[in-house]
Every structure is written in structure tokens, then in C-alpha cells.
């Protein structure tokens, strides 16, 4: 079965260090997606990235940066130069179809709360 | 990108009483529309898949008969909670995506904060 594991529970820095938050995964399947979601207390998801299974390059945007291995069956999100802004809680979620209804199932991990400092 | 929108965001309803929450998709067509709920400080657990015209696929553990979903048409899903209880308060997300695979974006809506009295 599909599961996702986010073993940080809270993350404390102070603004500008650059912080890691860890996601692991399990699946079945070979084509799944990865995705990484960021809830600010106003509770509205918003949408950071999207990476198919079989593209494994790591992304950069911005301050953002992700580093996806299939060997360790991580996806990986690096804050650089951390903001107050970035305060959140930040969920990791995997995709694939389900067994159940033949639909794509998105499954979430159990997110990490991110309080950043001035 | 695509725009969901959820109404009402916020409402508070007492004990016994139903409640219907809309879900719409604003500027394409939602093959597929999912229901999740996030209980405080914990994470999105999907309730029910629905296709439009269709009866709403729901995962284990979630009462069919206490959540209902009718996807009426491509543009709009609704959740009613029947005879909610305080317990049934909880943050529910709706999504919505064009087509069926996992090649399909979903696309999520603001949520909507329910408190039973």
C-alpha cells in the first residue's frame, strides 16, 4: 500500500538558515507522482511541486529546491535562506492509481510544521 | 492554473442539523472530484472519489449514508453532512481533476471549516 512518511513533526530555525524538510515514500507501482504542498494557517493548500517517477533531476526554484532519489525512495525539500513567510505546515503526498476505483489516489504524509524566526 | 472554489469557507451549524458544502470547478471540467478531511493538526484524508453522473466511490471507515456526495455535473460536486454531530468538525477539501489517471493534475479548492455546536 501506498504511504508517505514525514518523520519531522516541527522545524524551529531562525530566519535565513536553510532548512531540509525529509519526505519517504512507499509505493507498488513504477509510474506514481510526488508532490509537495505548502498549508499556511489561513488553511488554503497551496501547490509547490509535481515530479513524475521517472524524472529524477532535482528542481530549483527560487529559494526552493527538491532532491528526489528513487534508490532511497526519498523527496527531499530544501528552504534556503529561510522567512518568516515561510512559516507553514508543508505536506508531502504521493499519487497513484487506486485499487478501489481505478482513480488517482493522492495520499499525504502527516506534514511538518515549519516556524520560522526573525 | 485551474480554479476550484469551495462555499460557504467557514460555518458553524448545531447539532442534528445537515449541511451542504459546494465545490466548483471555475474554468474547466471535473471528470473527477475528491472529498478530504483534516481533522486540527493533522493531515488530509480522502474521503470519497466522485465522478460526475456517477455514485461517489468512499474510502473505508467513511459512512456513505452520513456523507453524501452528488456530482451533478462537470462543474460541481457537493458534500452534505447529514445529522452532523461535534465531532464531524473537521476542515473538508475538495479537488478536482479533468481527467481520470494520475497524469492529471487535481486541482484544490479552499476548504471549508465546519464546527457543529
Known amino acids: 500500500a501506498q504511504k508517505v512518511t514525514q518523520a519531522q513533526t516541527e522545524i524551529s530555525v531562525v530566519e535565513k538558515e536553510d532548512v531540509t524538510l525529509d519526505c519517504v515514500y512507499e509505493?507498488?507501482?513504477?509510474?506514481?507522482?510526488l508532490f509537495w504542498y505548502k498549508q499556511p494557517p489561513s488553511g488554503e493548500l497551496v501547490f509547490l511541486i509535481r515530479?513524475?517517477?521517472?524524472?529524477?533531476q532535482n528542481e530549483i526554484s527560487g529559494r526552493y529546491s527538491w532532491n528526489f532519489q528513487k534508490s532511497t525512495s526519498s523527496f527531499n525539500f530544501t528552504i534556503t535562506a529561510s522567512q518568516v513567510v515561510d512559516s507553514a505546515v508543508y505536506f508531502c503526498?504521493?499519487?497513484?492509481?487506486?485499487?478501489?476505483?481505478?482513480?488517482?489516489?493522492?495520499?499525504f504524509g502527516t506534514g511538518t510544521r515549519l516556524l520560522v524566526s526573525p | 492554473g485551474a480554479v476550484v472554489s469551495q462555499h460557504p469557507s467557514r460555518v458553524i451549524c448545531k447539532s442534528g442539523t445537515s449541511v451542504k458544502i459546494e465545490c466548483r470547478s471555475l474554468?474547466?471540467?471535473?471528470?473527477?472530484m475528491f472529498w478530504y478531511r483534516q481533522f486540527p493538526k493533522q493531515s488530509l484524508m480522502l474521503m470519497a472519489t466522485?465522478?460526475?453522473?456517477?455514485?461517489?466511490?468512499?474510502e473505508q471507515g467513511v459512512e456513505k449514508d452520513k456523507f453524501l456526495i452528488n456530482h451533478a455535473s462537470l462543474t460541481l460536486s457537493t458534500l452534505t453532512v447529514t445529522s452532523a454531530h461535534p465531532e464531524d468538525s473537521s476542515f473538508y477539501i475538495c479537488?478536482?481533476?479533468?481527467?481520470?489517471?494520475?497524469?492529471?493534475?487535481?486541482?484544490f479548492g479552499p476548504g471549508t471549516r465546519l464546527t457543529v455546536t
Open positions: 466522485s465522478n460526475e453522473g456517477s455514485k461517489a466511490t468512499y
Open positions: 515530479r513524475n517517477s521517472f524524472d529524477e
Open positions: 509505493t507498488r507501482d513504477t509510474t506514481y507522482y
Open positions: 474554468d474547466f471540467q471535473a471528470t473527477t
Open positions: 503526498a504521493l499519487s497513484e492509481d487506486s485499487m478501489n476505483t481505478g482513480f488517482q489516489k493522492l495520499v
Open positions: 479537488s478536482a481533476t479533468p481527467g481520470r489517471g494520475i497524469s492529471y493534475e487535481q486541482y
